[in-house]
Nanobody, 126 residues
Framework: QVDLTESGGGSAQPGDSMRLSCVVSGRTGSVYVWGWFRQAPGKDREFVAAIRRGSGIVVTDSLRGRFAISNDNTKNMVYLQMNNLNPEDTGVYYC????????????????????WGQGTQVTVSS
């Protein structure tokens, strides 16, 4: 069993930066991929970024350059740094982990993730 808890969400103004954190607890040694997804109001959940054990980072094309993912295995944490936020970034952000090592092209697929956090709300408005 793996448990995930996100934090760091809240309100921001356009142009602000925000860092989301996710602590992974439980059977952390079984995790091979960490990911962030988000769901805007009235829309489907979408992939944001993922990082794979050993090597491999993927950020969705539309967010590359503004968003970055990182992790700290010593602390069992994964982070999402979000810069130059805009109102379209509003949504619930979910941390997820998978126990199988996906190929790079599959890291954006939800079915590669076995455990999900409850989500943290990010609201960007002026």
């Amino acid at each position: 069993q793996v448990d995930l808890t996100e934090s760091g969400g809240g309100s921001a103004q356009p142009g602000d930066s925000m860092r989301l954190s996710c602590v992974v607890s439980g059977r952390t040694g079984s995790v091979y991929v960490w990911g962030w997804f988000r769901q805007a109001p009235g829309k489907d959940r979408e992939f944001v970024a993922a990082i794979r054990r050993g090597s491999g980072i993927v950020v969705t094309d539309s967010l590359r350059g503004r968003f970055a993912i990182s992790n700290d295995n010593t602390k069992n944490m994964v982070y999402l740094q979000m810069n130059n936020l805009n109102p379209e970034d509003t949504g619930v952000y979910y941390c997820a982990v998978g126990e199988r090592r996906p190929i790079l092209s599959a890291m954006s697929l939800e079915d590669r993730y076995d455990y999900w956090g409850q989500g943290t709300q990010v609201t960007v408005s002026s």
